[in-house]
């Protein structure tokens, strides 16, 4: 019984029913909030849901700009329908960003701008399991695990089915959370209220390519995307289905690797044995870089990485299924360089992400190839930097006893050096990050909890530092911005590889905390 000084045991009694009662009526009143706002979300999902396909149906890889163009109409149009003000931002490469503003309490609540892309990942069609990446689809899994079709009405279904996913590029990077947006706002002009904060929005055209035209925006027009922080609405969601705040993000640094063999592909018989395999060299080479468990071995290249006994407590709080994970993503045992998944985020990574020489398959020729290259990535920290990373690697190659030319080697190249390679440097972008008790993690924190999010009994996810690369260095230099990241869409989500999806369930969850972000006032 709970204790109230200086009253009869009846008293007593009479008051602690009170109070539970009390606490019983917030707790169903909650519950039925939740419960109330769960049901229009789905609802209001059922209504955009078309106008989603229709997204999905724009192509939208950022070397198209007509693509590009296309998309920031349809942007421009959906946006300003729900009462923003919007406007295009061109660039000289002719890809359109669009930015949008909503007006929340008044200029004397805090403004947050939220960051999300409408460009995708180039696609192969015919790795897909459908005729067209840009031709979405709805399909649910059948009794043997299997993807089936379903038709589009299936989404329309009352209750709606959460296990039902989306196949299309960009289902879930990054168009998913831009319609979560959209739908969360329709929510609350359906509510007739307004947000809690003043909201800025910006939809990046060229993420993917790294956001080349995103610094000269923002410098040429500061004062309008100036804010007190910044979400970036990017990222799957922790695999528990908890809601996720992420406080950063590797950068990424991108090179190319040629090995260069005979001046032009040599017949295999007549040379094989004779001339040197460019294509085996550089395998070996590539082998140099890294151990058998997958560290890399190019000197210095771990230096600067440091993390505290409090930093390794919240990576280990993260939580992670290992054993789960190694099982979705088909791998035995990992590569070692951290003792979790979450601790080899923390180290900056070497990639390669591409590889080519003679042809593949029916294109194969019997020849010994004339070169091979390989495309590298580097994902780097805040205390790690590519330029860096790059040199190091540099200078390893060189120790493998290769000769760096600029371009195609010249006769006398050829003539004086046995091991001849190109090593160009290619877009980079630096890791950021954000201490994870300031202000805005603290306000995410508690719209994670509200009584609208998705599960606010369970404690949000909060992760130190995210795998994946956004522009957030090129906005935060600018715009000196706190920032985090707020995952929505489902980890399975095969995001810049073929039969990318969207789980209906995480488009309505992803809904909810957004509308609980909207909602919730930035102090």
């Not at 996810?461 to 985090?484: H, N, S």
């Amino acid at each position: 019984m709970l204790a109230f000084a200086g009253y009869s045991t009846a008293e007593q009694l009479m008051r602690t029913a009170l109070f539970v009662s009390i606490v019983a009526y917030v707790a169903f009143s909650q519950n039925a909030l939740a419960g109330s706002l769960s049901a229009d979300v789905a609802r209001q999902a059922q209504q955009n849901w078309p106008e989603f396909l229709d997204l999905l149906a724009i192509p939208n890889v950022a070397d198209q700009p007509a693509d590009i163009q296309r998309n920031a109409t349809f942007l421009e149009q959906a946006f300003a329908k729900r009462g923003f003000k919007v406007r295009r931002l061109d660039n000289p490469a002719k890809r359109p960003a669009v930015f949008a503003e909503l007006a929340g309490p008044g200029p004397q609540a805090r403004t947050v701008l939220l960051y999300a892309h409408f460009d995708g990942q180039p696609v192969i069609p015919e790795n897909w399991s459908q005729p067209d990446p840009f031709r979405p689809v709805v399909k649910r899994r059948d009794a043997q695990g299997k993807w089936q079709e379903v038709g589009r009405q299936a989404v329309q279904a009352n209750p709606l089915d959460p296990e039902l996913r989306v196949f299309a590029r960009s289902a879930s990077d990054d168009k998913a959370p831009i319609m979560m947006l959209l739908t969360a706002v329709d929510l609350l002009r359906a509510q007739q209220k307004s947000p809690a904060i003043n909201v800025k929005v910006l939809l990046d055209p060229e993420e993917e390519m790294g956001s080349p035209s995103l610094a000269g925006m923002v410098e040429r027009d500061s004062a309008a995307f100036a804010a007190d922080a910044m979400v970036i609405l990017d990222g799957p969601q922790h695999d528990s289905g908890r809601s996720t705040i992420v406080f950063g993000n590797r950068g990424i640094t991108q090179a190319t690797l040629t090995v260069f063999g005979p001046r032009a592909p040599l017949h295999s018989g007549h040379f094989g044995n004779y001339a040197p395999n460019p294509a085996m060299r550089l395998a070996r080479l590539l082998a140099s870089m890294k151990d058998d468990n997958g560290r890399v071995l190019v000197k210095g290249y771990y230096d600067g990485v440091s993390l505290t006994s409090a930093e390794r407590a919240s990576l280990t709080a993260v939580g992670d299924d290992e054993a789960a994970l190694r099982k979705r993503i088909g791998v035995a045992r990992t590569d070692e360089v951290g003792k979790t998944y979450q601790e080899a985020l923390q180290y900056p990574s070497l990639n390669v992400r591409g590889m080519g020489s003679a042809g593949i398959g029916a294109k194969a020729a019997n020849i010994v190839p004339s070169e091979a290259v390989a495309e590298i990535d580097i994902r780097t920290t805040p205390t790690t930097d590519g330029r860096k990373l790059f040199e190091l690697i540099k200078r390893h190659i060189e120790q493998q006893g290769y000769h760096l030319v600029d371009g195609a080697p010249t006769d006398e190249d050829r003539a004086t050096y046995d091991k001849l390679a190109t090593f160009k440097l290619g877009s980079v972008q630096t890791a950021a990050r954000t201490p994870m008790d300031a202000p805005v993690g603290k306000w995410a924190f508690a719209a994670m909890q509200s009584p609208t999010a998705p599960n606010p009994a369970a404690e949000p996810v909060r992760i130190r530092m995210m795998g994946g690369t956004v522009p957030t260095d090129v906005l935060v230099e600018a715009l000196r911005l706190p920032f985090v990241l707020i995952p929505t869409v489902n980890g399975d989500n095969n995001q810049h590889a073929q039969d990318e999806n969207l789980r209906v369930g995480h488009f309505l969850s992803g809904t909810e905390i957004v509308y609980s972000l909207l909602t919730t006032p930035y102090q």
